[in-house]
C-alpha cells in the first residue's frame, strides 16, 4: 500500500517522497482514512510505529487551505497535546517536514524556557498548536490567544499524561475548547484509568490498535542480569566495555541516579550524558543531539525525559533499574528494534526488583531468560509468573548475536 492510496493530497505525499518514506506503517494504514472522514480516534499503539504522522498527515491536509479570520490571520484549528517538551519538538520537527508544501503553519510551545518567541509565532497566526499542558495553560491564562476556533484535539501519550499527573489540566484545557470538534485521543498503553479518560472526551469513536498493549517488540532481544544494588554501576561499566555495543540508552528512576550513572561512566572512559526534568531546555537538547550524532555513547534518562527521544539505530536499551510500572518496561524497550529495526535490551534485577520483574512476565506472557555471563552474578529465587497458554519463554540468544563476542571475550 502506498500514501497515495490512502487519499492524501499530493503535497503531502511529495513531502513524503523528499523524506524518504514509501509505504505507511499500519497505524498510519488504519488511522489516516478514519481522521480524513472528521471521526474521533481511539489510538493503541507501540512506541515506534508513527503514531506522529498517523495524525500529523491527515490534519495537515484537513487544515489546508483553509481561510483565516477577517484580516486573513491564521486562527488555531488544531492542538496537540503532549506530555514533555521533547516530545513536543519532535512532533513540531514532523509537522515541518510533512506540511513543507503546503501552507499549514505551527507552533511549539513547551515550559523551561523564556515564552517570548513563542509568542511572537502564535501572534504571527498558526493553523497548529503542539504544545504541554503547563505553557498552555499559563499563555491562555494571559490571554495570548484562545481554543475557541479549535476543530480538532489531540491528545497524545495518554498514558504518560496520567502518570505525570497532568489529568487535571487536561480536564481544564478540554473545558476551553468548542464541544464540536473532532478528537484524537493517542495510547501506547490502555489501563482503565485511560480508558475512562477516553470515554469521558471521545464521541462513539473508531478504535485503531496494531499491536497488544502488552507485547515487546519482536525484534528485541532481551535478557535479565541479577545483581546486588551496590554492584549495578560496575555491571554497567562491564557491559559497555564490550565496544559493539554503539549506542545505549540507559533507564534509571530518579534524576539524581541518572546524574550519578553518567558522572560514574565519564569517570570510567565511557562517554555519557544524562537528561531529566530539572535539566534546562537547552541542556536537554544539546544532550539529545549528541548522542544522535554519536558524539556521546551513553545518554542516560528517567522516564519522563525519555518520552519523545526518538533515536535512529538505536542498538542498546539498558534497564539499570527495572520500572515499578510493567508497562513502562513495554515503553522503555520499544526505543530500540523500532521500524523493524533490531535491537537489545538489557535489565539489571536486584532483589528490592524482583516483583517488578515478575509483573514484567505476566504483562508480556513471557519470562525474559537470566544471563549469568558476568562477572556480578547473585543467586535469586525463581522469578515465576503466569503466563497465558500461548505464552512462551524468552529465549535468550547471544547479546551481541551471531559473529559478536561472547561476554567472556569482550
Excluded at 58 to 77: E, H, M, T, V
Excluded at 314 to 332: G, M, Q, W
Amino acid at each position: 500500500m502506498s500514501f497515495e492510496s490512502l487519499k492524501l493530497i499530493e503535497p503531502i505525499c511529495k513531502a513524503l517522497a523528499t523524506k524518504g518514506y514509501e509505504n505507511p506503517t499500519p497505524i498510519q494504514t488504519k488511522a489516516i482514512p478514519v481522521i480524513l472522514e472528521g471521526k474521533d480516534l481511539l489510538g493503541c499503539a507501540q512506541t515506534g510505529t508513527g503514531k506522529t504522522a498517523a495524525f500529523a498527515l491527515p490534519i495537515i491536509q484537513l487544515l489546508s487551505n483553509k481561510p483565516g479570520d477577517a484580516s486573513g490571520r491564521k486562527l488555531i484549528r488544531s492542538l496537540i497535546l503532549t506530555p514533555t517538551r521533547e516530545l513536543a519538538i519532535q512532533i513540531g520537527e514532523n509537522f515541518e517536514s510533512f506540511s513543507s508544501n503546503t501552507d499549514i503553519r505551527h507552533a511549539v510551545v513547551f515550559g523551561g524556557v523564556p515564552q517570548r518567541s513563542q509568542v511572537e509565532t502564535i501572534r504571527r497566526g498558526v493553523d497548529v498548536l503542539i504544545a504541554t499542558p503547563g505553557r498552555l495553560l499559563d499563555l491562555i491564562s494571559q490571554r495570548i490567544f484562545t481554543l475557541r476556533d479549535l476543530e480538532i484535539f489531540v491528545l497524545d501519550e495518554a498514558d504518560r499524561m496520567l502518570d505525570l499527573g497532568f489529568v487535571n489540566d487536561v480536564k481544564k484545557i478540554i473545558r476551553m475548547i468548542p464541544e464540536q470538534r473532532q478528537t484524537l485521543f493517542f495510547s501506547a498503553t490502555m489501563p482503565p484509568t485511560i480508558q475512562q479518560l477516553a470515554n469521558s472526551i471521545l464521541n462513539h469513536p473508531v478504535k485503531v490498535q496494531v499491536t497488544p498493549v502488552s507485547s515487546t517488540a519482536e525484534l528485541v532481544e532481551q535478557s535479565v542480569f541479577f545483581v546486588e544494588k551496590q554492584d549495578k554501576q560496575n555491571l554497567l561499566v562491564h557491559v559497555l566495555t564490550n565496544h559493539t555495543i554503539d549506542s545505549a540508552l540507559v533507564f534509571t528512576k530518579t534524576k539524581h541516579t541518572a546524574d550519578r550513572v553518567a558522572k560514574n561512566l565519564n569517570k570510567a572512559g565511557i562517554r555519557a550524558e544524562a537528561i531529566h526534568g530539572d535539566k534546562s531546555q537547552g541542556q536537554r537538547q544539546r544532550a539529545l543531539d549528541n548522542f544522535k550524532q554519536r558524539q556521546t555513547r551513553v545518554l542516560v534518562a528517567t522516564d519522563i525525559a525519555a518520552r519523545g527521544i526518538d533515536i535512529e539505530n538505536l542498538s542498546h536499551v539498558i534497564n539499570y533499574e527495572l520500572p515499578n510500572i510493567p508497562e513502562t518496561y513495554v515503553h522503555r524497550i520499544g526505543r530500540t528494534g523500532r521500524a523493524g529495526a533490531e535491537g537489545i535490551a538489557f535489565s539489571f534485577c536486584d532483589r528490592e526488583e524482583k516483583m517488578y520483574l515478575r509483573d514484567i512476565h505476566r504483562l508480556i506472557s513471557r519470562e525474559i531468560l537470566e544471563d549469568k555471563n558476568h562477572p556480578y552474578p547473585v543467586s535469586f529465587e525463581p522469578v515465576r509468573a503466569a503466563v497465558s497458554s500461548t505464552g512462551s519463554t524468552m529465549r535468550a540468544k547471544n547479546p551481541f548475536r551471531s559473529g559478536r563476542k561472547s561476554w567472556s571475550q569482550a
